[in-house]
C-alpha cells in the first residue's frame, strides 16, 4: 500500500503538475521532501513572492502548485486576487490547516479557523481534505484548476500525516551554484548551535529589551534567560526586527533582537527601515544556522547562496560585524555601539530540546510593557 504522501505525488504527476514552490511546515514535511524530489522545485522566502513565480510559470505554459501552511495565506490574498485571478491564472495551492487538529501552539489558531471563511470572502474556492477518502474529489478538482484555469485551495489536515517519517532535507539547488561554492568557502565556518549562542551571550542580554524569533528560538532562550524584558514571538514570523525598531524607536532602552536567515529572507525589507532610522539602540542579532529550524530544519538559501551580512550592508546599515566562534561572538556584544548594529552570528543547524514556554502570551505582553514603562 502508499504511503499517504505517496498517492499525494501520485495524483499531482496525473494531474500534469510540473512546477512547485514551497514554504516549510513541520507538519507535512515529508511530503514536502517527495515535492522537492519528483517536480521541478523553487523554495520560497516568502508566499506572496511565489504566486509571482508561479504566475510567470503558467504564463510558460506550466502547471504550477504551491505549498504553504495556514498562517501564509495572508501574505498573498492581494496576489491571488489582482494576479492569478484577475489575468485567470491556474494554481493549485496546497495549504497545511494549523489550529485544527491537535495543535500546540496557540498562534496558529486565529488563522487555521478563519481559513475558510477568508478564502470564501475573498471568492476563492477550497476543499477540505481530511483523510485519504477525500483524494477522489481532490483529483477531480486539480484537473479542473488547469482545464479552466483558476485557483483552488486544498486544505490539508495534519491528521494526513501522522506516523510518517522525518526526511533528511537536501541542499536547495542553487542556478549559480559555481559563485556559491565560492562564497560559502570564504565564509567562516560555524561552531555553535543557536542554543550555544544564546547560552554564551546570556549575560549581554540582562535587562535590555529582547524581541526573540518565534518557535525554537524563543524557547531557547526562556530556558537560558528567562527575564520580564523579553518578548517571546509566538508566531508572525517575519516580524521580529520589525517589533524590536518600533520598540527602539519609541524607547530609550536597549533593544537585541533576535532574528534568523528564514525570518529576515521572509522579509528583508525591514532592514532598510531599520537603515533609513539607524536607531543607535537597536541590535539585530541574525542567527544564521542556514535552516528553517522549527519546521524541521529544511534549509534555507542562505545555506547557498546568501550572505546575510552583505544583505544588511546592501540596505544601508553602516556597521555590522561577522562571528562563529564563542570568543568571537563575546567580541562583538561587548563591542562599543557605533548606532545601529548588524551582526551575523553563523550556526550549527539544530534545535535543543527545551520545554515549551510556561506562560500565557498576554502575560508575555504585559511583563514587556512594564518593563519598557519602567
Known sequence: MLHTEEEVINILRGSGVDFVSTLPCEKFKGL?????????????????????????????????????????????????????????????????????????????????????????????????????????????????????????????SPALWEGTCDMKSPLPRCG??????????????????????????????????????????????FAVKPQPSNFYMLGSMGMVTPIGLGISLTSDK??????????????????ATAAHFAPGNLTILAIDNGAYGSTGNQPTLASACVDLERVAQGFGIAYTLKAAGRKQLIACMKAPRK??????????????????????HLEIKKQVQAFLKG
Not at 475558510?116 to 474529489?137: C, M, T, W
Not at 533582537?257 to 532592514?271: F, K, Q, R
Not at 548606532?339 to 500565557?360: C, E, R, Y
Open 32 to 156: 514536502l521532501e517527495m515535492v522537492r524530489g519528483a517536480f521541478f522545485h523553487v523554495p520560497l522566502t516568502r508566499e506572496e513572492e511565489g504566486v509571482g513565480i508561479c504566475a510567470g510559470a503558467a504564463l510558460s505554459g506550466k502547471r504550477p502548485a504551491m505549498f504553504i501552511q495556514s498562517s501564509g495565506i495572508g501574505n498573498m490574498i492581494n496576489a491571488l486576487l489582482s494576479l492569478t485571478g484577475f489575468y485567470q491564472l491556474p494554481l493549485a495551492l496546497f495549504i497545511s490547516q494549523r489550529g485544527i487538529y491537535k495543535e500546540k501552539i496557540e498562534a496558529q489558531f486565529p488563522m487555521g479557523k478563519g481559513l475558510p471563511g477568508i478564502l470564501r470572502g475573498a471568492g476563492i474556492p477550497y476543499s477540505v481534505v481530511s483523510s485519504r477518502n477525500d483524494f477522489g474529489g481532490m483529483e477531480k478538482k486539480l484537473a479542473s484548476v488547469y482545464k479552466k484555469n483558476t485557483v483552488h485551495a486544498f486544505l490539508l
Open 176 to 221: 549559480r551554484s559555481g559563485r556559491c561554492q565560492e562564497r560559502r568557502a570564504r565564509r567562516v565556518r560555524p561552531q555553535l548551535t543557536r542554543f550555544e549562542i544564546l547560552s554564551s551571550i546570556a549575560q549581554y542580554l540582562d535587562s535590555r529589551a529582547v524581541v526573540c524569533n518565534l518557535g525554537f528560538p524563543s524557547k531557547e532562550l
Open 254 to 271: 536597549e533593544v537585541i533582537v533576535i532574528d534568523g536567515d528564514g525570518s529576515l529572507l521572509m522579509n528583508p525589507g525591514c532592514l
Open 339 to 360: 548606532g545601529l548594529t548588524f551582526i551575523h552570528a553563523l550556526a550549527v543547524a539544530g534545535n535543543k530540546d527545551v520545554p515549551n514556554i510556561p506562560l500565557h
